[in-house]
Every structure is written in structure tokens, then in C-alpha cells.
């Protein structure tokens, strides 16, 4: 909740967009054994895991080929989720709605204490190539002459929804910059001022290198809220904005 209060100081108060009228918390989707697990070495307990593989029913309908995240497998929201149901799925799919810097982005869902998120890459899939392959976006941001306001979550990746790959996530090293959690860097990209969404130099959000957990290909990633956050009202924990490939092919393997 502190997370969007501070975001809105920045913009607005957050009553005036999003108090009057909180829209009905979603039902979460169902959660079922995700199968193998690879763990690669997470630092906290992320919670029970989403199965990527479970039809959550949640999509956009027909979509352009383009780098970012296509459907919602499944989902489970936790205590103080709310904020974006009432636009869930499309808040989440497409491209980031950054703030900038100094500012947190409202076109987020937050998923709560412990809640999780799987999505699908359905046109363009991740792969691992030279660098950064995938960014995640959240709605971190600098507070004026201090640190980063950020909320964490835990990122897994899989190619077949079943066996999964952990990114190691430090979500109790602030001083260090949580190192391997997402949530942890302000969004400069946004659809309208030029800003590219697949450039992790200049696009903000967090980079993740397939070859950190020795993943060839990614069609699904999974975040977890690490439990670890603010939480209260119906903003807490890990704010999601969106998912950008960065190397990336077609799903039958050709080229964009």
C-alpha cells in the first residue's frame, strides 16, 4: 500500500484515482502442482507455486506479434491484492506504462502478500542470447534525494509450464539492491515517449539472463511476491506492469 501512496504523492493522491469506488477483488485462478522444480538457489520462500501449465481462462483475445507477455496461465492473489483487477488481464499484457525515475506507473496489478503471476509469451518467446533476455517491469521508483522505493518478487521461467528455473532472489539484501529479485528498478519506457521496451540500457525494469539458470528458451515466467514488502488496503506487494522479450524467436523457432 505505501508503495502506491508514494507513487500517487508523486502524481495524485492515490483516494482520488482508485478510493471512491475499489472495484471487487477477482477470484484467483486454481493452483495445482507445477511439477518438476529446478531450483536454482532462491534466498526466501516464495510461496505455493502457480502451475503455468493450468488455463486460468485469462487472456486479451487475438494479439500483434510483439515482445511482450500474451496470457495469463494462472494467478493467485494474496492478502492486500485489489489495485487493477478491474483491468486484469490487459493491465499486465502489453507493453510497460513507466512513470519514470521519481515516479511509480498506476498501470499495475498488485498481487498481494505471497501472490503469483504466470504468464505466456505465445508469438515471441524468450531465448538466451548475448546479455539481459527478458525485463520485468514492476512500478519501483527514487524517492527525491534518497534511495529506490522498491517491492520484490521472485522470477521463475519455463519452456513447457512444467519444470521450472529459479533466479536466485536476495529479497532481504536491501543494501545491496535485493540482487536477483525483480521490483527493484524504476520503468523509463512507456508507449508514448520513445523509450524502447526491449533495450535493458535504456528501457528501466529488471534484466534476467536465461543463462543464469541454464534455460535455452522461456515461454512462461512466473513472479512471486516475496512476502517481504508493504502491505495494506488493497495495493500491497509486488506491483506488476509487464514482461519485455529482449532476445527472442518465434515460438516454432524462425526469426523475428
Given amino acids: 500500500m505505501r508503495r502506491l501512496l508514494l507513487a500517487l504523492g508523486a502524481l495524485m493522491a492515490l483516494g482520488a484515482c482508485a478510493g471512491d469506488s475499489e472495484p471487487a477483488p477477482l477470484p484467483s485462478g486454481d493452483i495445482v502442482d507445477a511439477g518438476t522444480h529446478a531450483d536454482a538457489g532462491s534466498d526466501v520462500d516464495a510461496g505455493t507455486d502457480a502451475d503455468a501449465g493450468t488455463d486460468a481462462g485469462v487472456d486479451a483475445g487475438s494479439r500483434p506479434v510483439d515482445p511482450f507477455a500474451d496470457r495469463v496461465t494462472a494467478y493467485r492473489f494474496g492478502d492486500s491484492a485489489g489495485f487493477g483487477q478491474d483491468r486484469f488481464p490487459d493491465v499486465v499484457l502489453g507493453p510497460p506504462v513507466g512513470g519514470g525515475q521519481y515516479a511509480g506507473s498506476l498501470d499495475v496489478l498488485s498481487l498481494g502478500r505471497g ?142
Fill in 115 to 256: 501472490g503469483s503471476i504466470t504468464l505466456e509469451f505465445t508469438d515471441l518467446v524468450a531465448v538466451d542470447g548475448p546479455g539481459v533476455d527478458l525485463l520485468v517491469f514492476e512500478n519501483s521508483f527514487q524517492k527525491y534525494g534518497g534511495d529506490i522505493f522498491a517491492e520484490t518478487a521472485s522470477v521463475s521461467v519455463s519452456d513447457d509450464g512444467v519444470t521450472w528455473f529459479d533466479f536466485p532472489c536476495a529479497a532481504t539484501d536491501k543494501d545491496g539492491g535485493y540482487p536477483g529479485c525483480a521490483g527493484t528498478h524504476p520503468v523509463h519506457s512507456a508507449p508514448d515517449n520513445g523509450i524502447s521496451p526491449i533495450d535493458p540500457a535504456v528501457a528501466g525494469g529488471d534484466g534476467f539472463d536465461l543463462a543464469d539458470v541454464g534455460l535455452p528458451r522461456a515461454r512462461f515466467v512466473r513472479l512471486t511476491d516475496t512476502g517481504l514488502n508493504s502491505y495494506g488496503g488493497t495495493s500491497g506487494g509486488f506491483d506488476l506492469d509487464a514482461l519485455s522479450v529482449v532476445n527472442g524467436q518465434f515460438v516454432d523457432g524462425g526469426s523475428p
